[in-house]
């Protein structure tokens, strides 16, 4: 069984760096569309269900642009 203080330095890493800017690019364009006010930096007042509808259009748009890719459009 993994610790939790084991499991922190997994956290929030991203995969491929390069695209880090592109995600958080990503990232407030969907929290402007959903009406989110996301701030650069901490933001510590933003509900867990702002954050998982902002994470999970994310996660959407990613799947929908993969699909795309691998159908060739």
Do not use: C
Not at 21 to 38: C, P, R, S, T, Y
């Amino acid at each position: 069984m993994m610790h939790q203080s084991q499991n922190t330095g997994r956290r929030n890493r991203t995969l491929v760096p390069e695209a880090r800017q592109a995600l958080d690019h990503m990232k407030f364009e969907i929290a402007n569309q959903l009406g989110v006010n996301l701030q650069q930096g901490y933001n510590g007042n933003l509900s867990a269900r702002d954050a998982g509808r902002i994470g999970g259009n994310m996660v959407k748009r990613l799947i929908e642009q993969q699909q795309r890719q691998m159908s060739g459009q």
